[in-house]
């Protein structure tokens, strides 16, 4: 299996590289848009703010080839603000387009303790994530870890797969056909984490 993940230039490509190799499974850097379609899975990953890495992907070239990717019923898989590129729009710093896969938007946390929102925090399932086969063999109430400022507001609350709460409640993993996506790090979320990956690996 061909495994991608999208380089852009900026994201956590080398922890989650890691990651699949201790799965066993080689994560290809896909520094090319030609590249993409010749993936069996993809990994979106994200750092850092929502317009600029926006930015950087139209920049690469790489807007048509990720939604002809996603069209194409094929697995792509969103990682932290990798998921918040997946949504409609995001008001981190002004307003900016995501990809429009799934129906929503990313606004920052309005009730939390502290922003950013850093660190472990649980997740617990809806009806639709208890029987998905991306949290197969995932305790509900998992402790998941977590670095971001904004969260995605669902405008279809069946594509929740887990919610967490930290002041707002929110959706901490999504789904829609073949389009996922987790909000925490699975590359840092321990055994927990490299199970959900291990997962996405086997849909």
């Known amino acids: 299996m061909k495994l991608g993940v999208i380089d852009y230039g900026a994201g956590n490509l080398g922890s989650l590289r890691n990651a699949f190799a201790k799965l066993h499974q080689r994560a290809q850097c896909i520094t090319d848009p030609s590249e993409v379609d010749s993936c069996d899975k993809l990994i979106l990953p994200g750092v850092g703010a929502f317009g600029d890495v926006r930015a950087l992907i139209r920049q690469r070239g790489f807007d048509e080839a990720i939604t002809r990717y996603a069209a194409s019923g094929r697995y792509i898989l969103g990682v932290c603000l990798g998921m918040q590129l997946l949504f409609d729009k995001s008001y981190e710093f002004g307003e900016h387009q995501g990809f429009g896969l799934i129906a929503g938007e990313i606004t920052r946390f309005c009730n939390a303790p502290r922003v950013p929102h850093i660190g472990w925090n649980r997740c617990f399932f809806t009806q639709e ?59 840092k979320s321990h055994s927990a984490g490299l199970q959900i990956l291990q997962n996405f690996l086997s849909m």
């Open 129 to 187: 994530g208890a029987s998905h086969a991306l949290l197969r063999d995932i305790d509900d109430g998992v402790f998941l870890y977590f670095v971001h400022s904004y969260h995605a507001c669902l405008s279809d609350d069946s594509t929740a797969l887990g919610v967490c709460d930290y002041g707002d409640r929110f959706p901490a993993i999504v789904a829609k056909d073949n389009i996922l996506g987790i909000q925490p790090h699975p590359e």
